[in-house]
């Protein structure tokens, strides 16, 4: 018999550990001192890459990057009550991605707890909400397998961010010990009754729709789409999604349109509206006298699967029940000449399509400068293009930061506003840090511009002085050179269409991350 | 008989014109499309001036900020559940300076909520641990009403954050009513029993201290407080505090040590702790093996008043129990000369004592580099001073602007470390919109250096790679001179006392807002 040595472990070596038994290899993290031993831990883990965030809502936003990418979730590590909130925004966005995230909250040792020091927050009040599940790790012989749990729950039955609260003492005593070993969950497979009742429907119905989400977008799904289309069903996207194959050889859905009655003229006459891997859709807010949901009178919406489920599949299956041999064409390679001229939002997704490189991830948080370059990209190279699910801004730099330490070696295109770029700034300095192959493009026009098309959609009035003021973003203008190059990444000014498709074409030739203030019209 | 012109109002103009019938003169605000109706209702009331802030922290801790300096709630606009977790950290600390505040956060219309929208999401639940009171007004007819309950309970029994969710159809919807107007409620007397026991605990105690909090520090309380002292009892404040007044012609109690063991060898000895205007002292953070309450052992802790209560009057009413006829000396002033050599810390603090003017206020987020600034400006002009009651780093900038609005004609000094500035320091942009009297003293070096000390103090260990990667802010190295820059506010570094101690003068001479990055030694 030959003994073991007596291996001890602490709490938070258990959960960090635990967590990378089971796959995890990235942590964004913005500590404190009640997480001082989770520190530690992950200095003795080296199957985990530890990348600071000088805010929280950039390392959530990059743990949903990383995630979107890897299709597994990274960790956060935040401190306590107040570091949630401050992550929690970018939390919400990854919540309607169905984006898997392991958030670990260090919190007060368990004996401190009731005595409501400065820091004590009700943690799980707070969390619970945007927290597909969440536990508090008590005690020490906990750590390790609520950490296995929480990687598990991650996963569903819909994917999302999950909450582990690990107290300090937790953290710092012995008895930790792994966590017993998970499979990682599936989506749902498609239920085959509902796929016939879909198919029989289909074949009654005179202008069919389906609404596809989830790994539907993936390029397998697409293919799966294609056939789809050519069974006489027309496919749409929702308005915004977590990550889509795009470009050539890629089947070009449509796409729901933002504004309701856009959606509302574009799927008139539809007359059945099938939905696989996503909701029932719904405008993004409401507006007086306008529809929220998004499906035609007289037209029945039938859901064969929601985020819980494999859409690639259900797909499939449908092709398969209407018997479709064939499918629609894919896009096939164009990329445009370069633009002249004044630079705006046309102009700027030209010289993406034209320099955006094989395999590249996007971010986009254009608000109302992106649609051109969605749109301007069908027929670009090859690439995958990732939205803000969630509507709170600021998503666009830490979700880039996060996709580009998932794929160091492909490049990573960050298209933000300006209002959006200034919420999450800090983003810019872990690219700098970490050496992030992120090229960013921020539309400066000075302006929240949505909110001046808002204002008079939603019949608000014209806007007085102090709506002008809340509104604008110049006076100052905000110098994206400077803010950039003080963080360390270097940055240049565009102001005409070809300055820009320069900057471009240089920022994806170099190493390491970059900056182009793009400046486009307000108006 | 003449005849009343019917005026007609939404919700959303009866809720702000019933804020400011109540007094209410500063909106900070980050609105987005559902709050696009207050906006136009912030148009049209002259009584509120709004301010763009271009991230919600810095929203909540400007409305921090104005209201320690007028003692009564400014609004702030927040945009759903996202916008609210975003300026959550803030609000955090808010409740714990006891801090009235009324956060408006707009929400969906509410036909619409039960549509899970993307920006949807459990406001009462998120924001519920951190708010007072908090309601929804889910009727036009209610906003005006609850406008009125949302800021009288701003004001207590103990006064802290308060949140009022207004749906969109409520602040579009005509029909709203101004509310019932109230009297601003007062924090509580003291009551009678209480203090007559604690006199006679006095007199039977051979080291009787008192903690003191709240009205206790400003000039009028600690004018009673210099009369406890001079009855025999050290007076210590908080660790932290809301608001002190300071210098010249001010008493000077002790201040509660920040670490555990240094705050209870300073407190040996003590047989009886009062407490007036607080909660029972407890440590930050616990650590393996150190106490959580700084009570020595044996002395008993004798609540006076809580923080719902006016502790000036708890003193006044102590010292006349005691008949105490004395008071203790207040500071003389004292202006150090000008500092020379390398640049520290204390070389900081004495260009501080000699430069702040007379009225200035300071919000300090100084982390590990406040203290010698507290201590050496004791006896320097009479000013008051502001500190992080809370520990979420990242408010001193949004503190220090809403105090200058609040009072434009005085100075507002902000210290602040690299580490917390980076969290807001969108307040830049405000600032220098604003043209606020904000001069922003940046500690920066390069590191959180608080948590290298933490990291030993927990027993965490020694940093490896990873530790030091987690808790350095080199590689790359910010420039905060381009960062403030780049938003508006003329910026320079000091590397030496002399540097730093003209940059500082050449900043108070000043109109507007002006930030210096003071190189510091990180250990």
Not at 8 to 20: K, P
Not at 139 to 167: K, N, R, Y
């Amino acid at each position: 018999m030959t003994e073991q040595p007596i291996q001890t472990m602490t709490g938070a070596e258990a959960l960090v550990s635990t967590l990378a038994d089971h796959g995890v290899t990235a942590c964004f993290a913005n500590p404190g001192t009640s997480e001082m031993h989770l520190v530690t831990a992950l200095d003795h883990e080296p199957r985990i890459k530890s990348t600071l965030c000088l805010f929280e809502g950039v390392a959530t936003g990059a743990a949903d990057g990383h995630a979107r990418v890897t299709g597994a979730p990274a960790m956060t590590l935040l401190h306590l009550g107040a570091g949630y909130l401050n992550g929690g925004a970018n939390i919400h966005n990854a919540r309607r991605a169905w984006t898997p995230m392991v958030n670990v909250i260090g919190d007060h040792a368990v004996p401190h707890q009731r005595f409501d020091a400065p820091l004590a927050s009700d943690v799980v009040g707070m969390a619970g909400p945007n927290s597909r599940w969440i536990k508090s790790a008590d005690t020490v012989a906990q750590a390790g397998e609520l950490a296995a749990q929480a990687w598990e729950a991650s996963f569903g039955p819909e994917p999302g961010p999950v909450s582990l609260i690990l107290p300090a003492d937790t953290a710092w005593l012995e008895g930790g010990k792994p966590g017993a070993t998970r499979a990682r969950p599936s989506l749902r497979a498609p239920d085959p009754a509902r796929i016939d009742a879909a198919a029989a429907a289909v074949k009654s119905a005179s202008k069919p729709v389906i609404i596809i989400n989830g790994t539907a977008l993936t390029e397998a799904g697409l293919a799966q789409a294609a056939r789809v289309k050519a069974a006489g069903i027309r496919v749409l996207t929702d308005t915004f999604f977590p990550r889509q194959a795009r470009g050539a050889g890629r089947f070009v859905p449509d796409r729901m349109q933002y504004f309701a009655e856009g959606a509302m003229a574009d799927l008139e006459g539809s007359d059945l509206m099938l939905i696989a891997g996503t909701q029932v859709p719904v405008a993004f807010f409401a507006y007086p006298g306008k529809p929220s949901v998004l499906v035609p009178e007289g037209c029945a919406p039938m859901v064969i699967g929601g985020p819980d489920t494999d859409s690639a599949a259900i797909l499939a299956a449908l092709a398969d029940a209407l018997g479709t041999k064939e499918a629609a064409p894919v896009a096939e390679l164009d990329v445009p000449g370069a633009p002249t001229g004044a630079l705006n939002a046309a102009a700027i997704g030209a010289s993406i399509a034209r320099h955006m490189p094989e395999g590249c991830f996007v971010s986009d948080d254009g608000v109302s400068n992106g649609l051109p370059s969605f749109l301007m990209t069908q027929r670009a190279r090859p690439h995958d293009w990732m939205m803000l699910t969630g509507g709170a801004i600021g998503q666009g730099m830490p979700l880039a930061l996060g996709a580009s330490l998932a794929a160091p070696d492909r490049k990573t295109l960050c298209i933000t506003g300006d209002g959006a770029g200034m919420y999450t700034n800090q983003a810019l300095w872990s690219m700098a840090r970490e050496g992030a192959n992120v090229v960013n493009v921020v539309f400066v026009n000075h302006s929240y511009r949505i909110l001046n098309i808002e204002l008079a959609r939603t019949g608000a009035g014209n806007p007085g002085p102090a709506a002008q003021e809340l509104l604008g973003l110049g006076h100052p203008e905000i110098d994206w050179v400077k803010l950039s190059e003080a963080q360390g990444v270097p940055a240049a000014n565009a102001t005409t269409a070809e300055e820009f498709d320069a900057a471009l074409e240089r920022a994806f030739a170099a190493d390491g991350p970059r900056l182009i203030a793009a400046h486009v019209p307000a108006r």
